[in-house]
């Protein structure tokens, strides 16, 4: 792997980190629901994120699999 092919993943791995941290951070809120420090609603509208930013996770590993793929096809 070249240089300019690892930069690319970095920046799709980077890419598919960011939903990863969003969906702990909200998990943590449902957690914090569940042990009734934080409103029912508040952890409902946790687990909305949660589930946003596991399609926006499973899009940037998509598009991070279609570059790999392209650039396989092109070597």
Do not use: W, Y
């Given at each position: ?11 799709h791995v980077h890419d598919a980190r960011k939903p990863l941290n969003r969906i702990s951070m909200q998990a943590e809120l449902v ?45």
């Amino acid at each position: 792997m070249n240089d300019k092919e690892f930069a690319a993943v970095a920046a799709h791995v980077h890419d598919a980190r960011k939903p990863l941290n969003r969906i702990s951070m909200q998990a943590e809120l449902v957690k914090m629901a569940l042990d009734g420090d934080v409103p029912v609603e508040r952890a409902k509208e946790a687990l909305d994120k949660i589930i946003v930013s596991t399609k926006d996770c499973s899009d940037a590993l998509t598009q991070m699999m279609d570059a790999l793929s392209d650039s396989q096809s092109e070597s």
